[in-house]
């Protein structure tokens, strides 16, 4: 066993990683493909993120848009404020990520299912309607820019697109790290019994309250440091993009979901099949008629859930069953 | 006698909100599926209407049961084809079949009807009763009027016919129900078709006073979450109490707060109210 | 022992090697494409919100652009390139400022556009012109979000006047045709939607009235989307205001004049653009929308030699973004025409340095184009318009008026 990977797997992983880190050399540094690339890498590792909720403690969250807004408003209002370096930003983003997932934490501690999804959202959604109204601090609807800096590493600002991907890249493999450590944890272990089954876990002394809080607020620690990663590299947002319903809560979830909610690989799969899948769509069909792009991606969603709901790696799983089935004949 | 007016509106427009909502408790309460595309269903009652009155002249009004006809096939259709499928599915694979459902619908309705927004002229519009000092809006109190005879009409469907009967024993108790012989896919898509028909009536109800456009049921999603969740998810009687609430939640509260802030202390109670009471006011069947 | 061949791990590796070679296809265009137009075709990039809640806005300003760009196509195309035509890249937008920027990206990569029309909403054309600035594209727009010349960028050339030189205006020329009708105004209402365009034009009624020692007796923002504007029109009923300022959409701008109308409060309404200057406005409040005064950044009443022929292709009046983005258009083709190149440097001095007369520069006020190093067009000054006869017509300021006010007090 390699880090807990069974060989076989931790070969995968290995070459995985080396077409990671070899690919973007390829392509354009500046261009669409590698944009496309960093966007697929951070809205996985915010997928993944997400996952240490709403795999690991079966917890549908669809208000974490409010972690992850919080961070990057946190981060750019020291940067624009005090000059403040993003990387120290980004400690503080999140903190505040956390602190927020704290106290979303407590009201919702007994809420389960559709309750708990709809209480998240309305939190989102509160965020939302504060970063538009509190203009004096974040600058209301208009939305802030980064300011124009000197393209350094210190400053997290970049002429080329190429080091906010390895960047990017490395945050995934963070994330990823972290959920993975959990998992295998004694967290870990109460989580699963907390989603098995949580009266049982309460009856066998699991305190379900301190691991729910526990794995909410690693997850927005992490979803507000990728606010940090996400205003950095867009230079500009407003508040109902970070803080948006449909840009950021429920796409997160839905990487997670599509992929295979719960797994490792699950929010990276569904990452890559999300992210690129719109974008192609808007390319081929946006110009010919308003709404058609839209539409194609929405079908798409409709039917990859209807093929198999719980996700490719378990669609990947019953391929494999399958194919097993056939194989010993 | 600004409170008065306050609660006046708040209740008027409360009874509208509580019509658009019942369907999505109803659905939640025999399903258990939460049915995120609900407000996508009033935006298509509120086109049927007004294409009902640019074609044929009909007042939004009297065309509400044509757009709760409509979307009533158009309902049962989409639970054969989609919602059936995820019946067993884990819950956030629900959730997502009827987000996708919620894109396609918002963008085929924008293909199929373009990006205006239309709005209807009636005689009636910009009317209002005038009662000493306060005003009644003449198309709230209709809206108001023919939200109270639709709710009406669904308390005695569901109390006394056969059908009502039969989807409260599914939502009570599914094993109990089948072995009545009672289909239980059947009642569910009779509660899908019947819950995303009554928004549309809704829909229509409203368009007098609001423009359509594909995008319209964004600005309900919330609201109508707000009200099924206040008045307890499944409960129907919970609706209509969530709906008032929440009507008049909103009025009072532009009197104390700004205007701007009127969706957060909806949220906060919101919240609130599922960390204090999670089944609602009314509810507690699931 | 049997191999586990195939199944998971193949399948993944098969996965993976789809989304490389997909990759690896999304980037090959860009190596391939024959750079600059050689007498051949010049693209230009549109990015409009052709879906989401502003689509109807998106589509308008696609139609001004294509106008535009058929015309000039029709006529010989760019000559000083050798007759080279234009061909307009389009794409969505959507509503997100990340999947504009996104898409922003691709056009310059893949499609070559010389430069960048679009894209309506500020927060969009902000998000754009992160991306086009640092490509060194140039981005014509009609946002008027104050910040987006505010930030010291080269490439971006707005055509329009500033949101808040936009508010100032909506109240300056309500003053001036109040003040013409013989009413002195001391008390105005101002409600907006708590968006980019609602906020940032309300800091400019603000001042204004600020500037005049004008009492602003109500001053609220609601959100977005709306559905009950109740409240609002109650509090404006107490109020005591003589005029109301409403920024909205068109949604709550409907809601909002039904109300008033409900509630019998008969003060002049003087709305800030958007959703109070397109046809739908009339068709939504028949007999209603007459007499309603709206500020707007320009009028197809300037230039109707040029206007009306949108009206004859598309069917309805050149609403203003529409007209402001066919100007956008024309101000691109004329400065490749100065610059004889699609080269960014060359491009960029000709925006900057050229002052565009003529063709559709006409039907802005003044004229003319002409930027600034900010990017700013200084010559656009903001007009008020009024429904009359279900047309809009220029009331204000008087040098480009068509017909008088009618102020009802």
Not at chain 2, 79 to 104: S, Y
Not at chain 3, 89 to 110: G, H
Not at chain 3, 331 to 350: F, H, N, W, Y
């Amino acid at each position: 066993m390699i880090l807990g990977m069974t060989s076989r797997k931790a070969v995968f992983v290995a070459v995985v990683l080396a077409i990671a880190l070899v690919l973007p050399f390829t392509i354009d540094p500046r261009g669409y493909t590698i944009r496309i690339l960093c966007l697929m890498l951070l809205f996985a590792a915010m997928g993944q993120a997400w996952n240490i909720v709403g795999g690991l403690a079966n917890q549908m969250s669809l208000g974490h848009a409010a972690f992850f807004g919080i961070g990057a408003y946190t981060s750019t209002l020291l940067l624009i404020h005090f000059g403040i370096s993003p990387w120290i930003g980004m400690i503080a983003a999140g903190i505040f990520g956390g602190v927020a997932a704290f106290v979303i934490s407590l009201p919702t501690m007994r809420l389960r299912g559709h309750y708990f999804a709809l209480a998240t959202l309305a939190f989102g959604e509160v965020m939302r309607v504060i970063g538009n109204s509190w203009s004096s601090l974040t600058g209301g609807p208009v939305g802030v820019s980064v300011p124009f800096a000197k393209p350094s590493l210190a400053m997290f600002q970049f002429k080329d697109t190429l080091p906010y991907y390895f960047l990017m890249l490395a945050a995934l493999i963070v994330v990823t790290i972290i959920f993975v450590a959990i998992q295998r944890s004694r967290i870990g272990y109460r989580l699963q019994a907390i989603k098995e089954n949580v009266d049982a876990a309460e009856v066998i002394g699991v305190d379900t309250t301190r691991t729910k809080i526990f794995a909410a607020v690693v997850s927005g620690v992490l979803m507000g440091c990728l606010g940090t990663f996400y205003a950095q590299f867009q230079y500009f947002f407003d508040p109902d993009t970070v803080f948006g319903v449909a840009s950021i809560s429920v796409r997160v979830a839905m990487i997670a979901i599509v992929g295979g909610i719960g797994t490792a690989i699950g929010p990276i799969l569904g990452a890559m099949f999300v992210i690129p899948m719109e974008e192609l769509a808007n390319q081929a069909f946006s110009a010919q008629a308003a709404g058609l792009a839209q539409l194609v991606f929405g079908a798409l969603l409709i039917v990859v859930i209807l093929v198999e709901p719980r996700g490719f790696v378990e669609f990947g799983r019953r391929m494999v069953r399958r194919f097993r089935k056939g194989a010993s004949r | 006698m600004a409170i008065i007016q306050a609660i006046l509106d708040g209740l008027m427009i409360g009874g509208v909100y509580a019509v658009i909502s019942i369907g999505l408790t109803l659905v939640f309460g025999v399903m258990g599926i939460v049915n995120f595309a609900q407000a996508e269903f009033l935006m298509l009652g509120m086109f049927v209407a007004y294409y009902a009155w640019a074609w044929l002249g009909l007042d939004p009004l009297l065309a509400a049961p044509l757009a709760f006809a409509v979307v009533f096939v158009l309902g049962a259709l989409v639970h054969q084809v989609m919602i059936r499928r995820v019946l067993k599915a884990p819950a956030v694979a629900q959730i997502f079949l009827t987000v996708g459902l919620l894109i396609v619908l918002e963008n085929a309705a924008l293909l199929m009807f373009g990006s205006s927004f239309r709005s209807v002229s009636t005689p009636y519009q910009t009317s209002a009763l005038q009662l000493g000092s306060l005003f009644i809006s003449v198309p709230y109190l209709l809206a108001f009027l023919m939200s109270v005879a639709s709710g009406a009409a669904l308390w005695l469907f569901m109390r006394t016919s056969w059908f009502g009967r039969a989807m409260r024993a599914t939502a009570q108790d599914p094993m109990a129900a089948r072995l009545l012989g009672i289909n239980a896919d059947a009642m569910h898509r009779l509660a899908f078709a019947l819950g995303v028909a009554l928004t549309a009536f809704g829909g229509a109800v409203i368009l007098p006073y609001l423009t359509v456009s594909p995008t319209v049921g964004g600005q309900f999603v919330v609201l109508m979450f707000t009200v099924v969740v206040l008045g307890g998810l499944g409960s129907v009687a919970g609706a209509v109490v969530g709906g008032l609430s929440v009507g008049v939640i909103q009025s009072l509260s532009a009197l104390a707060f700004p205007i701007q802030l009127q969706n957060l202390v909806l949220f906060v109670v919101f919240i609130g109210v599922l960390a204090l009471r999670p089944e609602g006011l009314l509810g507690g069947s699931r | 022992m049997t191999e586990k061949k195939g199944g998971y791990q193949a399948g993944l590796t098969r996965r993976s090697a789809m989304m490389l070679a997909g990759a690896a296809g999304l980037s090959a265009p860009f190596v391939a494409r024959s750079a600059f137009a050689q007498g051949g075709t010049v693209n230009v990039g549109v990015i409009m919100p052709l879906s989401g809640a502003n689509a109807q806005f998106g589509v308008n300003s696609r139609n001004g652009v294509q106008l535009v760009a058929d015309e000039i196509n029709a006529a010989g195309g760019i000559k000083s390139l050798g007759g080279a035509k234009i061909n307009l890249v389009i794409a969505d937008s959507t509503s997100t400022p990340t999947t504009a920027a996104s898409v922003a990206q691709r056009l310059v990569t893949q499609n070559d556009v010389v430069a960048i029309l679009g894209a309506f909403a500020s927060s969009l054309t902000i998000a754009i012109s992160e991306v086009t600035e640092r490509r060194g594209v140039p981005l014509l727009t009609m946002s008027f979000s104050d910040q987006i010349t505010g930030r010291g960028f080269e490439n971006i050339f707005q055509v329009v006047a500033k949101a808040s030189v936009l508010g100032k205006a909506q109240f300056d020329g309500t003053v001036a045709i109040a003040a013409a009708s013989g009413q002195k105004l001391e008390r105005i209402a101002i409600m907006y939607e708590d968006t980019a365009y609602g906020t940032s034009q309300a800091t400019g009624l603000r001042e204004g009235a600020k500037a005049a020692g004008v009492q602003v007796v109500m001053d609220d923002a609601y959100p977005l989307g709306i559905t009950d504007v109740t409240p609002l029109i109650n509090k404006l009923r107490a109020s005591g205001a003589q005029a109301v300022f409403p920024v909205s959409y068109l949604n709550d701008s409907l809601q909002i004049i039904r109300a008033m109308r409900q509630q019998r409060i008969d003060i002049p309404a003087i709305g800030g653009a958007a959703g109070y200057v397109i046809p739908d406005f009339e068709k939504g409040l028949g007999e209603y929308a007459e007499g309603v005064l709206s500020i707007s950044p320009a009028n197809y009443d300037l230039a109707p030699e040029y206007t009306e022929r949108f009206r004859k292709r598309f069917g309805y009046f050149m609403v203003h973004e529409a007209l402001e983005h066919a100007v956008c258009m024309d101000v691109l083709a004329q400065a490749i025409e100065v610059a004889k190149s699609t080269k960014p440097d060359a491009l960029r001095k000709a925006l900057h340095d050229t002052r565009f007369e003529g063709g559709w520069t006409k039907a802005m006020t003044g004229g003319a184009v002409k930027f600034d190093k900010t990017g700013l067009n200084t010559l656009s000054v903001p007009v008020m318009v009024q429904w009359r006869d279900k047309e809009l017509a220029t009331v204000w300021p008087d040098n480009v008026a068509k017909t008088k006010a009618i102020w009802k007090s």
